[in-house]
Structure formats: structure tokens, C-alpha cells
């Protein structure tokens, strides 16, 4: 394993290499809210994504969609306890909007509590502990979604509870966070400050897009959607998941030929909801011509969605080409790999701009406030650690 780090020191970063051993499930960094917990092994990956117990009981922490974190647990475990919950499992969600939805795509078997007020609202999500077929979606959905709740802001109400004495420290950012991070995204999506929307999540975002995407079209009569290339995994499980039964789904996966490409828009006309590209794609890290699938989904009156996560806002600049950039911060702009983050942004020059802009608000869930407060404080050294790693690579 090898990462990059820095340390600011006054006015200069100091680059660090950290290339050792990591032994199974340790964090990185040295924080209880690391989003990266190590597998040395192709042994070891394996058996992660098998459910083997003997690695599944060596991570402690790890990417948040994915492994519920202790503070997380402990919460939940806290709330079922003081509201006679007994034999009940539960997730936490930050957000009415979010928790409406995931009981809207059940259906029967959960119900809902607002537990907490005090700054955001927070809500238990709670069904029967023995019921898996019904964990396992509700799992799914807080996965593809990236609604979930965030281990700073579990920490805070576990303190308020006094269920632990203080919060870790780590340096953050004194000023306006949110105003920080939404000037530092414009400038390097090269738009508007008003035009970037800071999500709780990079799938959030994704997710976020998408729905405001699929309301804006459907009621228009547009249901055919395209997926171009391979998507990350809960990308295209959004996709997959859903979408209505009178919507469809039309996976491209060679995303060099654009003649079938442009064919196919075509072909479906009117038709045509949105185009939904990575550029680069995740895993294969391959490039689209960008600027004639645009034209070609513009003229058709289709959505082109477009994530360059995978290079970085830092790296490519594909918001001339897209009605709806959504990124994820977790892997850059998070430089210490201790933030779940993502962003959106619209395109003023979309001719869907007004529609996109007034639903995703509306389907996002907002960071903490902690989270903000650190990702500000990262981001100022970001360009010059993506310019490390450039220079590494």
C-alpha cells in the first residue's frame, strides 16, 4: 500500500510517504473517522467481499457506505435502548426528504422516529432484527444513496448524550465552511458559486442528480435513459434500481464508438432522458468524446450527467459538456482520507438549468457541519497534494 499525505507547517506543505506495512482492517489516518481501513492481501479483498469472518471482525472502521461505523452503532444502539425498540434494527438518516424516500421504496415492514432537532434533524429508520431480506435493502439503500448519517455529527449526540466525555481533535477551518468549499468547488469546476450544491456524499450527489434528472424528464415524457461505459458500482445500481417500470435502461458499454452512440440518440428522439458517463470511467479509465455526445444529446433535448471523480475536478474540466456534474470529494479533496463528501453542480448554460437547479436542492443531504468545517481546512492544501500526485504518477 502507498499513500500521500502532507502536514502544513505555516505557509509550506511537507509531503509524507507512507510506504510500510498496514496490518488488516488498520486506519488511515490515525483518526476515528479514517474512511480508509487497509486490506494488505488479494487474501484479504477477497474475503471482504466474500463476508469472511475473519476479515469482516478485523475492520473496525472503513469506507462509511460500507461499514457502519462504531460511533454510528453505538448511537443507534442507544436510541432503540431509550425508545423500548427492543428486537428492532435500525439505521440513521440526517434528513426528512431522505427518510421519506427510503420508506417510500420499502414500502411495509419500517417505520420512522425523529430523534434528534437540535441543529438538523435525525431520524431512526427502524424494522424487525430478524427479517434480512429487509435489512439487506434498507442496507442497500443507505449504500446507494449515501444518506446515511456521518460519524462526526454521531459523535457530537454521543457526547450530548454523555455516552462519551469529548470529540476527537483535529485541526478545521475558523471561518464560513460551507462558504469556503462551495468558492474553492467553483473554481475548480469553473462556475458559479451558486451553481455548486456540497452533498452529504459523492453517491449522494450522484443520487441527488439523478432524481432531479428523472423528475425533470418524466414530466416531459422522456423515459429512455443511456448509460455510456462501465459506472462505479452504486452508480449504476441507482440506475438499475431506480427507475420506473415505463422507464428504461440502455447500457453502451465501449464508449469509443460514438457512432452507435450518436445512432442510438437518434434513434430514440424525443424519447431520451438523459446520458450518463464517467470521464474518466471507473475502473477502465476510458475517455469519451465529450463534446460531440453533447451536442448530440442537447439537440435531442436529453440530460448529459457527467462524473470525472475518478481524474478529479482538480484534473479535467467537463462541466461545458454536462447539464449535471456530480463528484465525489472523498478521494481528493479530502486529502486525508478522514471526510465522506461529494458535490453538484449545474450548468448555467443548460437549457434544463432552471428545472435542475430548483429539484436538486431538494433531494440532497447537506454535510455536517463538522465535516465542512474539515473538508475547508483540507481543501486549502488540495491543489498542491493533486499536483504531487500528478508529478508521482
Not at 435502548?81 to 434494527?89: K, T, V
Not at 454523555?162 to 477551518?173: I, N, P
Not at 432524481?211 to 429512455?224: L, M
Not at 469509443?256 to 432522458?273: K, Q, V
Amino acid at each position: 500500500m502507498f499513500c500521500v499525505g502532507c502536514k502544513e507547517m505555516g505557509s509550506r506543505v511537507f509531503f509524507m510517504t507512507s510506504l510500510r506495512h498496514f496490518s488488516l482492517g488498520a486506519r488511515w489516518p490515525d483518526s476515528p473517522h479514517a474512511v480508509i481501513s487497509s486490506l494488505p492481501t488479494m487474501d484479504d479483498v477477497r474475503g471482504y467481499e466474500e463476508k469472511v469472518p475473519r476479515v469482516l471482525h478485523a475492520l473496525k472502521s472503513g469506507y462509511p457506505r460500507f461499514v457502519v461505523h462504531e460511533f454510528v452503532r453505538e448511537l443507534i444502539d442507544f436510541y432503540v435502548a431509550e425508545h423500548g425498540l427492543a428486537g428492532r434494527a435500525a439505521v440513521l438518516i440526517p434528513s426528512r426528504r431522505a427518510t421519506q424516500d427510503l420508506v417510500d421504496y420499502i414500502g411495509c415492514g419500517l417505520s420512522s422516529l425523529r430523534v434528534e432537532a437540535a441543529g438538523a434533524d435525525v431520524y431512526l429508520v427502524y424494522f424487525d432484527a430478524v427479517d434480512r431480506d429487509l435489512a439487506q435493502q434498507v442496507r442497500k439503500f443507505v449504500q446507494h444513496t449515501g444518506c446515511g448519517i456521518s460519524s462526526r455529527h454521531a459523535e457530537d449526540l454521543l457526547i450530548a448524550y454523555g455516552l462519551r466525555k469529548s470529540r476527537f481533535e483535529e485541526a478545521t477551518f475558523g471561518g464560513n465552511a460551507l462558504d469556503q468549499v462551495e468558492r474553492e468547488l467553483a473554481e475548480q469546476i469553473a462556475c458559479r458559486q451558486s451553481d455548486v450544491l456540497v452533498c452529504a456524499s459523492g453517491m449522494n450527489a450522484f443520487y441527488a442528480g439523478f432524481r432531479a434528472v428523472r423528475e425533470c424528464q418524466q414530466s416531459r415524457g422522456r423515459t429512455a435513459w443511456i448509460q455510456l461505459g462501465w459506472l462505479y458500482l452504486d452508480s449504476g445500481c441507482v440506475l438499475q434500481e431506480f427507475l420506473g417500470e415505463d422507464e428504461c435502461l440502455e447500457c453502451l458499454y465501449d464508449v469509443a464508438d460514438l457512432d452507435a452512440l450518436l445512432a442510438r440518440i437518434r434513434e430514440l428522439g424525443d424519447r431520451l432522458a438523459a446520458v450518463v458517463v464517467e470521464c474518466p470511467s471507473n475502473p477502465l479509465i476510458r475517455i469519451c468524446d465529450l463534446n460531440r455526445i453533447a451536442e448530440a444529446v442537447r439537440a435531442a433535448g436529453g440530460v448529459m450527467v457527467v462524473d470525472p471523480t475518478i481524474a478529479s475536478i482538480y484534473n479535467v474540466k467537463v462541466l461545458p459538456y454536462a447539464d449535471v456534474l456530480v463528484t465525489s470529494l472523498t478521494k481528493y479533496a479530502s486529502i486525508e482520507g478522514d471526510i465522506m463528501v461529494g458535490a453538484l453542480a449545474v450548468n448555467p448554460a443548460s437549457p434544463h438549468y432552471g428545472d435542475l437547479v430548483l429539484r436538486t436542492s431538494a433531494f440532497h443531504v447537506p454535510p455536517y457541519g463538522r465535516d465542512l468545517g474539515r473538508l475547508a481546512h483540507e481543501m486549502q492544501a488540495a491543489p498542491d497534494v493533486i499536483k504531487k500526485m500528478n508529478a508521482n504518477a
